[in-house]
C-alpha cells in the first residue's frame, strides 16, 4: 500500500458567521492524484489555502508527509507545492530567474541550477529561459507557474484551478502534465469545476459544496453512489418490441423498453453491453440505423447530490 | 531569517534597477531638477545686486560733489556703478538704451538753492525696463535727499543761533558722515547657499518617493498573484517584510548618496561633513519609510497608496521647507513646519552644511530619529498585516 501524503481531517473555516469550510477531511497517497470538484465558491480554494499554510484553520488537521501545516510550519512548507489560480511569477524577471529565486527560497542550492535546467526542460521553455516573462504568451506563463511549484520536488502538489482561462492547446499541455507528474509518483491535489478535466486526471475525486465533502470516491464509485447507470438509445429498422424482450435477458442489460423503432437500453455497463444488443438485434433480422452510449458522468452525479449544475 | 531576507532584497533590487521609471525617481529627475534649478535661479541669487547709474553734474557746488561723495561709497560697497555723464542728453541717452537703470540730473544752481533754503531739485530718470534697479536708484537719491533736509535743518538752526557763513556751514554738514552704512554680508552662520538648499532640498523631497517601494512591492506581491507563492515558501513571514523593507532602505540610501555626491562634485553643494550627512541621510530614509509604510498601508491597492502617498510627501515637503527655506518662519506655520520630518532634515543638512558639530546636529537628527521610531512602528505593525493571505 503506498504511502500516504496527505491527511486532512476535519478541516473548518470560519468568516463571521458564514462557515466556509465544514469538516472536510480526506486523504491522497502517494501517486494518486485527487480531485477536488465543486463550483465557484463551493470552499475548494479556502480548503486548499488551509492545506498549503496560506490560511490558518478554526478547526481540523492537515498533515503533509507527516508533518502538520499550520500559517508558520515551514517543515510541512518544505514538502507541498503550490500551483495558485492565478498567475504566481514576475513580469520584469525571465523564467530562470523566477525559478532561482524561488529555488533559492526552498534551500536548493548547490544543484540549483541544474535543477532550473530540468524545470524549464519540462515546461519546455529552455529557449526562451532568460527572456523577460512579461513577452510570454500566456500559455507560457501557464508553464511556467507550474514549474514554480514543482521547482524542489514536492511530495504534494497542489494546483488550485490551473487551466482557467487557458486556451484549448495550453490546457491539453497542462493537463498532460499533470497526468506525468501522477505516473512519477508525486501526490497531487487538484482543484477544478471543469468536470471532464477530474474524470481525465483524478483516481478519486471529493466532491464539495458549501464547503462540505458530499462524495468521494473513484468516478464509477460516485456514480453508482448515486443509482445512475449507462443508457444505450437504438434506431433499428424495424419494430423495436419485437427484440425488446431477448435484449432484457442480456446479464449486463438492467431493462429495456421501445417506442416504434428505438430502443432504449438501461445497462450496468455500456460498453460490455453494446455488441451483445447488437448482436441480438441482428438476430431478430433488424439491422441497427443508430447508437447512442451515454454514461453518467460527474456533472449528473453532481446535480444528483446538490441538486446544481456544477457551473452555476 | 536572513538568507531568505537578502533573497527577497535581491529579487526586489534586481527588479528596482530593470524599472526605468524607478531609476527615473531616484536619481535622474532629483538631479535634473537640482541642475536646472542651480542653472536658472543660482545666478540670480548667489550675486550681489548690483545697478549701473549715471550722473550729469550740472552744480559742480557742495551738494552736488555730497551727491558725488555718496555714490562713490554705494559704488565702493558693490551695490552700483557709476558713469560720469557730460551733457544731461547723454544721461538721458544712457537710460534710454538700458546702459544705466537710472540716471541723476543735477541742475546748475543746485547748492545755491540748498544754501538759501530755497526749492532744490535732483532729477531722477529711471529705466522702466529695469525696475529694481531703478527702484534703487531713486532710493539711494532719496536718502541723499534725507541727508540734505538734515543738513539744511542744522545750517538753519546754527543760523538762527547766529552764525554768519551758510554755504561753509552747508558744506560742513554735508561732510559729516553719516551714522549708519551699508554692507553686503550673508548671516551669520547661515551657510546655506542657493545651490545646498537645493540640493538637499531636492534630495529630501525625492528620498520620500524613492523609498515608499518598499511597502508598494508588498501590495504589489499581493495584486500579482505572487504572495500566496511567497507564503507557501518555508520561510518566516518576517523574512519577507525584512526582505522587502532592506531593499527599500538600501535604495533610498544610494540614490540620496548618488545626489549628494553628485550635487557636491558637479554643482559645488556643500552638504557638511561626510560623517554627519551619512547619519542624517540614514535616519532620514528611516523616517521617510515609516512615514510612508504608516500612509500606505491605509490603501486598498497600489494605485491608491502611490496617490495617497504622493500627496503627503509633496504637502509635507512643502510645509518642511524642501522647496523654500522655512527654517526662520515663526508661528502656527513654524510649528506645523516642525511636525515633518522633512523640516528637521532641512534643519540638520542646514547645519551640517554651515560646519556645525554634531552637538549642534543632534536636536535635528533626535528630531528624525523620533519620526523614524514613531511612523515606522505603526508603518512595520501595519505593514505585517500585509504580509498574508487574504
Not at chain 1, 512579461?134 to 514536492?154: C, D, F, T, V
Not at chain 1, 492547446?169 to 508525486?186: D, H, K, T
Not at chain 1, 473513484?218 to 448515486?226: D, I, M, N, Q, S
Request: charged share 20%; aromatic share 6%; glycine share 10%.
Amino acid at each position: 500500500m503506498a504511502d500516504v501524503v496527505l491527511e486532512c481531517s476535519n478541516l473548518r473555516k470560519e468568516y463571521g458567521d458564514l462557515v466556509a469550510v465544514d469538516g472536510v477531511g480526506f486523504t491522497i497517497e502517494e501517486g494518486e492524484t485527487y480531485g477536488l470538484l465543486g463550483p465557484n465558491g463551493a470552499g475548494k480554494t479556502t480548503t486548499i489555502s488551509m492545506i498549503a499554510g496560506l490560511l490558518d484553520n478554526d478547526g481540523g488537521t492537515a498533515i503533509v508527509s507527516g508533518n502538520e501545516i499550520t500559517t508558520k510550519s515551514t517543515t510541512a512548507k518544505a514538502v507541498l507545492g503550490l500551483v495558485p489560480q492565478d498567475l504566481a511569477i514576475y513580469p520584469d524577471l525571465t523564467a530562470r530567474e523566477n525559478l532561482r529565486f524561488f529555488g533559492k527560497l526552498y534551500g536548493i542550492d548547490g544543484s540549483l541550477d541544474e535543477r532550473v535546467d530540468e524545470i524549464l526542460a519540462i515546461i519546455e521553455l529552455s529557449d526562451r529561459a532568460d527572456d523577460q516573462t512579461n513577452e510570454y504568451s500566456g500559455g507560457m506563463k501557464r508553464r511556467l507557474n507550474i514549474g514554480l511549484g514543482l521547482l524542489h520536488k514536492p511530495d504534494l502538489l497542489i494546483l488550485d484551478e490551473p487551466t482557467v482561462g487557458v486556451d484549448p492547446q495550453s490546457r491539453n499541455a497542462i493537463l498532460e502534465s499533470v497526468e506525468r507528474l501522477g505516473s512519477e509518483g508525486m501526490a497531487v491535489l487538484y482543484t477544478t469545476h471543469y468536470m471532464e478535466e477530474a474524470e481525465r486526471l483524478c483516481d478519486r475525486v471529493g466532491i464539495i459544496d458549501e464547503g462540505t465533502v458530499v462524495a468521494e470516491g473513484t468516478r464509477r464509485e460516485l456514480v453508482a453512489l448515486v443509482g445512475e447507470r449507462d443508457r444505450l438509445h437504438l434506431e433499428l429498422s424495424g419494430d423495436a418490441a419485437a427484440v425488446a424482450d431477448a435484449v432484457s435477458a442480456i446479464s449486463d442489460v438492467e431493462s429495456c423498453s421501445s417506442a416504434g423503432s428505438e430502443l432504449e437500453v438501461v445497462a450496468l455497463n455500456a460498453s460490455r453491453a453494446l455488441p451483445d444488443v447488437v448482436l441480438c438485434v441482428n438476430d431478430a433480422g433488424l439491422d441497427v440505423h443508430s447508437v447512442q452510449v451515454s454514461e453518467p458522468d460527474l456533472e449528473s452525479v453532481f446535480l444528483h447530490l446538490t441538486g446544481k449544475a456544477l457551473r452555476e | 531569517m536572513t538568507g531568505a531576507a537578502f533573497t527577497i532584497a535581491g529579487k526586489d533590487l534586481k527588479e528596482r534597477f530593470r524599472d526605468r521609471s524607478a531609476i527615473m525617481l531616484a536619481v535622474v529627475v532629483p538631479l535634473g531638477l537640482a541642475f536646472i534649478l542651480n542653472l536658472t535661479l543660482g545666478p540670480v541669487t548667489e550675486q550681489s545686486f548690483s545697478t549701473d547709474v549715471a550722473v550729469h553734474d550740472a552744480d559742480g557746488g557742495a551738494v552736488a560733489a555730497g551727491f558725488g561723495n555718496m555714490l562713490a561709497d554705494v559704488e565702493a560697497a558693490g551695490f552700483a556703478s557709476m558713469t560720469d555723464a557730460d551733457t544731461e542728453a547723454e544721461a538721458r541717452m544712457l537710460v534710454d538704451d538700458h546702459s544705466v537703470s537710472t540716471a541723476y540730473l543735477l541742475q546748475e544752481g543746485l547748492s545755491v538753492a540748498v544754501a538759501a533754503n530755497e526749492e532744490a531739485k535732483i532729477v531722477v530718470v529711471a529705466d522702466p525696463d529695469q525696475p529694481i534697479g531703478a527702484q534703487v536708484g531713486r532710493a539711494i537719491a532719496d536718502g541723499f535727499a534725507s541727508e540734505v533736509n538734515a543738513a539744511r535743518l542744522s545750517v538753519a538752526t546754527a543760523l538762527a543761533l547766529g552764525a554768519d557763513d551758510p554755504e561753509g556751514l552747508t558744506e560742513a554738514a554735508l561732510e559729516v558722515e553719516s551714522p549708519i552704512s551699508l554692507a553686503d554680508a550673508q548671516t551669520e552662520g547661515r551657510g546655506y547657499d542657493f545651490t545646498t538648499f537645493y540640493a538637499t532640498g531636492i534630495a529630501v523631497f525625492f528620498m520620500f518617493f524613492t523609498v515608499q517601494f518598499g511597502v508598494l512591492s508588498i501590495i504589489d506581491e499581493r495584486e500579482n498573484g505572487t504572495m500566496p507563492r511567497l507564503l507557501v515558501a518555508p520561510i518566516s513571514r518576517q523574512s519577507i517584510l525584512v526582505g522587502k523593507l532592506l531593499a527599500a532602505f538600501l535604495v533610498g540610501i544610494a540614490s540620496t548618496v548618488v545626489l549628494w555626491l553628485s550635487t557636491t562634485f558637479l554643482m559645488g553643494a556643500e552638504w557638511g561633513a561626510s560623517l554627519i550627512v551619512v547619519v542624517l541621510i540614514v535616519a532620514g530614509v528611516a523616517a521617510a519609510m515609516g512615514l510612508t509604510a504608516a500612509i500606505a498601508t491605509f490603501a486598498k491597492t497600489g494605485e491608491q497608496a502611490g496617490a495617497i502617498t504622493a500627496f503627503v510627501v509633496v504637502v509635507f515637503g512643502m510645509l518642511g521647507g524642501t522647496f523654500f527655506p522655512v527654517s526662520r518662519v515663526s508661528g502656527a506655520f513654524s510649528a506645523i513646519s516642525k511636525a515633518t520630518p522633512h523640516f528637521w532634515l532641512m534643519e540638520g543638512f542646514r547645519r551640517s552644511s554651515a560646519g556645525e558639530g554634531v552637538v549642534n546636529i543632534l536636536p535635528a537628527l533626535g528630531a528624525i530619529l523620533a519620526f523614524a521610531i514613531v511612523l515606522g512602528s505603526i508603518g512595520l505593525v501595519r505593514s505585517r498585516d500585509l504580509v498574508k493571505h487574504q
